[in-house]
């Protein structure tokens, strides 16, 4: 089971990013994938989730309204849209999942696999 996330990138303030998460071992249409951002002195933040299960989603307020998780048909690749994005989006994100079968956005525990970061940076 692997999850290696992509597509950071220097943006400027406004701008938009879509970062992509693909998933191997396993497939969304039974699990929940969880995105996550970490900034330099900062705690880990989870930012947003969906479920292959139930199409259940979350968003953290810090993002709600700016960013749209999905999944594609195959439920092998997980995308987070960014758009509207500020300077203190800036951090190091994750994509993550608890690998418990039928897991729900809800359910969402603690996270077991994680995939190795992408950077992405926002100037002002």
């Known amino acids: 089971v692997q999850l290696q996330a992509s597509g950071g990138g220097l943006v400027q303030s406004g701008g938009s990013l879509r970062l992509s998460c693909a998933l191997s071992?396993?497939?969304?249409?039974?699990?929940?994938v969880v995105w996550s951002r970490q900034a330099p002195g900062k705690e880990r933040e989870r930012i947003s989730c969906?479920?292959?299960?139930?199409?259940?989603?979350y968003y953290a307020d810090s993002v709600k309204g700016r960013f749209t998780i999905s999944g594609d048909n195959t439920g092998k690749t997980v995308y987070l849209q960014m758009n509207s994005l500020k300077p203190e989006d800036t951090a190091v994100y994750f994509c993550?999942?608890?690998?418990?079968?039928?897991?729900?956005?809800?359910?969402?525990?603690?996270?077991?696999?994680w995939g190795e970061g992408t950077q992405v940076t926002v100037s002002s």
């Open positions: 993550a999942t608890d690998y418990m079968v039928g897991r729900t956005c809800p359910g969402v525990r603690r996270m077991s696999k």
């Open positions: 071992g396993f497939t969304l249409h039974y699990y929940a």
């Open positions: 969906i479920s292959g299960v139930d199409g259940s989603t």
